[in-house]
């Protein structure tokens, strides 16, 4: 009997085969179903829905989710994604899985794009406002300190952005005692950031730090919030910036403020 369900289950998965195999080339190029909804090669990096092209879609409206809107006339053409709420912080997407839900993020002030830098320092937190993402992976949170008086015995100096009165140091949250007292080292500054653990616990952590901030970190991201109706009902979401109002891009062409005519189920 298991012989059989798992013979059965093998000849489904091979029969379903071509169909994932279709759904990975669709997410990759334009989408005849949704004429308004474009897909555009950046870099090395497909943006699509729920991303969209901030210097591509047309100027009156897109279809995506908002804060998703990704720019490919900056930085030498690499896929910049402004976070706009949070001031002018700028993330390198090297790359986005639609299948996972996951992008993974580079701070510019530390990519390996543009300028290589052979010191990263980082400049601020990592602030997501409310915008849908979640950090994902294995992560290990840096603390940055600069301009110390001294490096406590957790911590690991930055030789090239240290001298001799003026330290700079990097550690994970995770070795920091409890309530450790910052003030005896006068630092003029503390950023926080986030990266995916790629740690070599073997090789100098001033070396790893830097690797690791190169590599970034990795969000999920889920639907907003005003997005559910559209998206359960067969549609994209969107927005127009003329009439000032959420759009929902329906299979065959039609745009509508409110839902497609789709099953509405929920996933
Ligand atoms: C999708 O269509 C847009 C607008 O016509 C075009 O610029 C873009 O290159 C197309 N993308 C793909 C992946 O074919
Ligand atoms: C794109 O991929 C190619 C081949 O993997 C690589 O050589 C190139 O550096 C990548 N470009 C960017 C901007 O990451
Ligand atoms: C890192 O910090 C974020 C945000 O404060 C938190 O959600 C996450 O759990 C932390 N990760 C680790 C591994 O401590
Ligand atoms: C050292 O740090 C202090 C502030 O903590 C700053 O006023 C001073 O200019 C710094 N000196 C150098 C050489 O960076
Ligand atoms: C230390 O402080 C000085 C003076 O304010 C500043 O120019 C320098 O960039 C700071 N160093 C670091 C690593 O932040
Ligand atoms: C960690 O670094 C050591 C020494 O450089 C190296 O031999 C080892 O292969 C590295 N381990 C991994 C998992 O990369
Ligand atoms: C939904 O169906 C109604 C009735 O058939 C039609 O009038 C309307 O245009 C449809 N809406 C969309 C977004 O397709």
């Not at 720019?71 to 790359?95: K, M, V, W």
């Not at 630092?187 to 952590?205: A, I, Q």
């Amino acid at each position: 009997m298991s012989h059989l369900l798992h013979s059965l289950s093998l000849s489904l998965l091979l029969l379903l085969f071509p169909f994932f195999f279709f759904i990975s080339i669709a997410a990759q190029s334009n989408d005849t179903n949704f004429p308004g909804c474009f897909a555009y090669k950046c870099a090395n990096t497909t943006i699509s829905y729920p991303f969209w092209r901030l210097d591509g879609e047309p100027a009156t409206q897109y279809c995506g989710y908002e804060g998703f809107g990704i720019n490919c006339d900056n930085y030498g053409g690499t896929p910049e994604i402004p976070i706009a709420y949070l001031g002018r912080d700028s993330y390198y997407a090297p790359s986005i899985s639609y299948e996972s839900k996951r992008i993974v993020l580079v701070d510019y002030d530390v990519s390996p794009v543009v300028p290589p830098v052979d010191c990263p320092r980082v400049r601020h937190d990592i602030d997501l406002g409310n915008l849908p993402f979640n950090f994902w992976g294995q992560n290990v949170n840096l603390s940055f300190h600069f301009n110390c008086t001294g490096v406590p015995s957790f911590a690991h100096e930055i030789p090239c952005l240290s001298t001799p009165t003026n330290k700079s140091c990097v550690h994970s949250l995770t070795f920091e005692p409890e309530n450790f007292d910052w003030t005896q080292y006068s630092c003029d500054e503390e950023v926080l950031t986030t990266v995916l653990d790629v740690f070599n616990v073997t090789r100098p952590m001033e070396k790893e730090f830097r690797r690791a901030l190169r590599q970034g970190f990795e969000l999920k991201w889920g639907r907003t919030e005003d997005c559910e109706k559209c998206e359960v009902s067969g549609g994209r979401c969107g927005y127009n910036r003329n009439t000032r109002e959420d759009m929902c891009f329906c299979s065959g062409g039609k745009t509508t403020t409110g839902h497609c005519n789709g099953t509405f189920t929920k996933d």
